[in-house]
C-alpha cells in the first residue's frame, strides 16, 4: 500500500529490504518513535551529524541512494514501523530543501499497520559537495565522517562526461526515424550553403558527424533522430511533456501533451501545440495610425529555450523535461541545474560547456540553434525588443534548469522606442546596449557597462543633466512616446514618484525606508542629496538627527491629495 507520495519511488517494501547498504546506498533505520532531524541538543559534532540532513547530505555525496525508516539494520530487515514525520511529509520535504536546497523524495509505505518511511535522495550536483554545519559528510561504516581532502578534491575537479557521446548498447540503424534523418540532412546542407549533402549515404552523413563508429550509435544519434519505439526502449525519459492551466494556482492541469520522439521531428510539434490562438493570443499595442500585433510568446525564444534544454539537461536523471504553460507566463524546466560555472548573475557573459556537447554541434551545424554560447543572449534580444520583462531564472537550482518566459508587455512606449531606434540603423543595438536602454527606463544607474553608456549618450539614446549627474534617463524620443517629461526641473520624474510613493504609504519615512524604495537605483549618495534636495525646496521636513532622523511631508503639502502633482506643482512654482 502507497500514500503521501512526495517524490517518484515507486518500491514495495519486499523489494526495499533486499536493497544493500553499499551496493544500492541504502541506511536503515527503526527511528520507531522519533529521530534527530538537524542535530538536536547534541554538541559533540560526530553526534550531531547522525540526523535526517546528516545523513541526506551524506547520501548525496555518494551520488544519491534511499534512507528508509521504519526497518531494522541487520537481515532479515524486519519491519517494525516508524512515527516519525506522521502527517508532515509534505512540511518535511520543504524543510529538508530550505535547509540543503535538494529536492528529496518521501513516501510512506505500509506492511498491515507498520508504516515505513522512505527518503529517495538524489546525487550532489556535479563538481560540488553538499555540507552539513559547514563540512561535507561520507558513510564509513555505521558512522558519518568528514570527507577526506582527496575526495572533496576529486569532486572538485571532475568534469561531466559528454553522455550524449556515449554508445547507446543495441542501438541500430533500424532504430532511427527516417524523417528525422532527411530532416537533419536538409538542415545541414542549408546551413553549410551545400545541396550536394542531401543526397550522401545516411551511413556516411551519420559518421561524418559523429553519430556512428563502426557500426555503433551514440546517445546522441539516439536523440536527434531515435524512433519513438527506440527512445521508449533505450531513453524512456527523452520526452517533453507540456501541462496548460488557466492560473497559477490551479492544481490539475487544464490540457496536457506528452511528445517523445526524435528531436528533428519533435520541435515544429512542440511549438505548434504552444502556438494556439487560445493559448498564445496576440497582444496589441498602438502608436499613433499603427497597431503593432505582438504574440504573447515569441517562436524563437521558446526554440531557443527548449532546444538548451535538451542540449544541457542531465540525460541519467530520470525526469522530463516539462513546459508549464498560462496565459501569462511559460515555465521550461529541465533536470541538472545550470552547467558549471553558470550562474544567474553571469548567464550572458560566462563562455559554458554544455553537458551534451555533441548533440549542441549538431544542432549548431544544421542551423537549430545559434552559435555556441548565444542562444540566451537570444532569447534577451527578442523579450527586450518586444518590452517583456526578460528570462527569469530565480527559480533555478542545482537540480534543475527552471526558466519562466513572461508574455506581459511591462511598457508599451520603451517596445516603440526601441523598435523605431533599431528600424532606423544599418548597425543594430547588441543585447548590452538593449539591457542598459532598459536598466535606465527602470531608473538604474548604478554599475551600467561603460562602453553601452558611452556609445548611448553620444547618440542621444540616453542623457544625464550634465557630466558629473550620473543619473541617467532614456532620449526624448521615449518621452516624446510616453508622452511624459523626463524631468521636472532639475528632478527625475520617476525619482519623484518613488519618493512620492514612500509618503503614500507612510506618514513618516526614514532613510533606510527611501533607500530600499530605490531598489539599488541609485547609490545612497544620491538618495541622500535627492532628499536634501527636497527638504530644501520646503517639501518634505526632517525630524531628529542621524540615524534616528525622519522625515514627513510639509506643510505645503495635502496628504489626502496627489502627492506627485502637489511636488511637480511646488517645484515649478
Not at 547522525?50 to 534511499?66: D, P, R, S
Not at 505548434?272 to 504573447?296: C, E, G, M, W
Not at 504609504?505 to 542629496?529: C, H, P, W
Not at 525630524?543 to 489626502?560: F, H, Q, V
Request: aromatic share 10%; net charge negative.
Amino acid at each position: 500500500m502507497h500514500t503521501n507520495v512526495q517524490g517518484n519511488i515507486r518500491m514495495t517494501i519486499q523489494e526495499i529490504k533486499k536493497l544493500r547498504e553499499t551496493e544500492h546506498k541504502v541506511e536503515f533505520m527503526e527511528a520507531k518513535k522519533d529521530f534527530n532531524f538537524a542535530g538536536g541538543s547534541h554538541a559533540e559534532p560526530k553526534e550531531r551529524r547522525k540526523c535526517v540532513l546528516g545523513y541526506v547530505v551524506a547520501l548525496a555525496n555518494e551520488g544519491g541512494g534511499y534512507l528508509v525508516f521504519g526497518i531494522k539494520e541487520n537481515k532479515p530487515n524486519e519491519v517494525v514501523g516508524t512515527e516519525f514525520a506522521k502527517g508532515e511529509i509534505g512540511a518535511l520535504t520543504d524543510e529538508i530543501y530550505k535547509r540543503l536546497e535538494i529536492r528529496v523524495g518521501i513516501e510512506e509505505l505500509f506492511e498491515g499497520d507498520k508504516r515505513v518511511l522512505v527518503f529517495k535522495i538524489p546525487s550532489r550536483p556535479p563538481c560540488s559537495t553538499l555540507k552539513f554545519e559547514g563540512v561535507p559528510l561520507m558513510r564509513i561504516g555505521d558512522s558519518l565522517h568528514v570527507m577526506s581532502d582527496a575526495e572533496v578534491f576529486r569532486i572538485l575537479s571532475e568534469r561531466a562526461q559528454d553522455f550524449s557521446a556515449t554508445i547507446c548498447e543495441g542501438l541500430t540503424y533500424e532504430d532511427l526515424d527516417p524523417e528525422a534523418i532527411a530532416l537533419m540532412k536538409a538542415g545541414y546542407a542549408r546551413k553549410q550553403k551545400n545541396p550536394a549533402f542531401e543526397t550522401l549515404p545516411d551511413n556516411q552523413i551519420l559518421t561524418d558527424l559523429g553519430l556512428a563508429e563502426n557500426g555503433e550509435y551514440n546517445y546522441a544519434a539516439l536523440i536527434l533522430l531515435g524512433t519513438r519505439k527506440a527512445l521508449r526502449h533505450y531513453l524512456p525519459n527523452a520526452e517533453v511533456i507540456i501541462e496548460y492551466r488557466l492560473n497559477h494556482s490551479m492544481i490539475p492541469y487544464t490540457a496536457r501533451k506528452e511528445f517523445q520522439e526524435s528531436l528533428f521531428t519533435v520541435m515544429d510539434k512542440i511549438w505548434a501545440y504552444l502556438n494556439q490562438p487560445a493559448s498564445n493570443p496576440l497582444l496589441h499595442v498602438r502608436h499613433k495610425f499603427t497597431i503593432y500585433d505582438i504574440p504573447a510568446f515569441n517562436e524563437d525564444v521558446i526554440r531557443e529555450a527548449v532546444l538548451n534544454a535538451y542540449g544541457h539537461r542531465l540525460w541519467r536523471d530520470l525526469g522530463s523535461i516539462v513546459i508549464k504553460q498560462y496565459p501569462d507566463s511559460i515555465n521550461i524546466i529541465n533536470s541538472g541545474g545550470f552547467p558549471y560555472g553558470v550562474t544567474k548573475d553571469n548567464i550572458l557573459t560566462v563562455n559554458s560547456q554544455p553537458r551534451n556537447k555533441l548533440v549542441m554541434e549538431i544542432l549548431e551545424k544544421t542551423g537549430q540553434v545559434e552559435r555556441a554560447g548565444q542562444g540566451v543572449d537570444k532569447m534577451y534580444y527578442n523579450c527586450l525588443m518586444e518590452g517583456k520583462p526578460l528570462p527569469d531564472y530565480s527559480q533555478t537550482d542545482d537540480y534543475q534548469v527552471d526558466l519562466c518566459l513572461r508574455a506581459t508587455i511591462v511598457d508599451e512606449a520603451f517596445y516603440i522606442f526601441v523598435n523605431e531606434i533599431q528600424n532606423r540603423r544599418t548597425d543594430k543595438l547588441n543585447v548590452f546596449d538593449l539591457l542598459t536602454l532598459d536598466k535606465v527606463r527602470q531608473g538604474i544607474s548604478m554599475d551600467l557597462p561603460e562602453a553601452s553608456v558611452e556609445k548611448l549618450q553620444r547618440e542621444g539614446l540616453i542623457k544625464s543633466q550634465s557630466s558629473a549627474d550620473k543619473k541617467y534617463v532614456l532620449g526624448d524620443l521615449y518621452y516624446e512616446i510616453a508622452k511624459q517629461p523626463a524631468y521636472i526641473k532639475e528632478y527625475r520624474l520617476r525619482d519623484l514618484q518613488i519618493v512620492a510613493g514612500c509618503f503614500e504609504k507612510a506618514e513618516k519615512v526614514s532613510m533606510k525606508e527611501f533607500v530600499d524604495a530605490f531598489e539599488n537605483q541609485l547609490t545612497r549618495g544620491q538618495i541622500k542629496y535627492l532628499i536634501l534636495k527636497l527638504e530644501e525646496e520646503g517639501l518634505i521636513v526632517k525630524e531628529g538627527l542621524g540615524r534616528w532622523a525622519i522625515y514627513k511631508l510639509s506643510g505645503k503639502i495635502d496628504i489626502r491629495q496627489n502627492i506627485l502633482q502637489q511636488f511637480q506643482f511646488a517645484i515649478e512654482h
